[in-house]
């Protein structure tokens, strides 16, 4: 019995990459006008790899990008010379992007017909905030790694999750695009699994199979709609 999905966002529900490719170009305006020797010194591609230094450093912040960024933004406002009060402003234009997503198009239908069943959670390693992406409504809650304490796929935020939905790992599946992370880490707490294959990419070998593998959020609602809560058809 499915009585419950948890959903990871990037790249499930939106593509993650021309987002922060216009979050990061956001940031950088910013920094042109207010910072101009912090955006000379540090290009976008510059700063870019000034964030996976710190991502590197900071194994303990590994769940957390937000405070990543606003390290790495402290440091070039730093090196530069500037004043490091505004890199709580220059991350504000970050994430005000950030949170501008193009849903996939089957994504919007595919949730309301989910959230129409049962009960909906994110579960994200990243910092989209559902309220201003505007999806707030279709899901109970949205658990972040960043509010977690530890990011997929550790076993414990997908517990937390299903404490949260107060149901039992085994009656909730998660859905996400990526194995290892995702599948893996969700299977592995105990989790129904549905990996979306949008890309339609082979499977890992190496890792279990998923559940489910569906090429979009709509094949999930078809699969789940067509065979409500049997367990045997996950397979
Ligand atoms: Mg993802």
């Not at 937000?66 to 090196?79: K, V």
């Not at 949008?198 to 709609?225: G, I, K, M, Y």
Request: charged content about 25%; hydrophobic content about 40%.
């Amino acid at each position: 019995m499915i009585r419950a999905l948890t959903l990871d966002l990037d790249d499930t529900l939106w593509a993650i990459a021309p987002v922060i490719t216009r979050a990061e170009a956001a940031q950088h305006a910013y920094l042109r006008e207010h910072c101009p020797r912090t955006a000379e010194r540090y290009s976008i591609e510059g700063f870019r790899v000034l964030r996976e230094t710190v991502a590197r450093e900071r194994h303990d912040l590994s769940h957390d990008f937000t405070e990543q960024r606003l390290i790495a933004l402290r440091r070039a406002l730093e090196d530069s010379g500037d004043d490091v009060a505004h890199a709580p402003h220059a991350f504000d234009t970050f994430f005000v992007q950030r949170n501008r997503v193009d849903l996939y198009d089957d994504v919007p239908d595919a949730l309301a017909r989910l959230a129409a069943r049962r009960p909906l959670a994110a579960l994200t390693n990243g910092n989209a905030d559902l309220g201003r992406v505007g999806l707030g409504t279709h899901f109970r809650f949205s658990l972040g790694a960043r509010e977690h304490g530890a990011a997929k796929p550790e076993p414990s935020i997908f517990h937390a999750a299903c404490q949260r939905l107060g149901l039992p790992p085994r009656a909730v599946m998660h859905v996400g695009d990526d194995p290892w992370t995702d599948i893996d880490g969700a299977a592995r707490a105990g989790l129904a699994t549905c990996w979306i294959n949008r890309e339609r990419l082979p499977w890992p070998e190496a890792l279990p199979r998923p559940d489910v593998e569906a090429h979009t959020l709509a094949e999930l609602a078809d699969h789940l709609d067509g065979h409500l809560d049997s367990r045997a058809c996950l397979a």
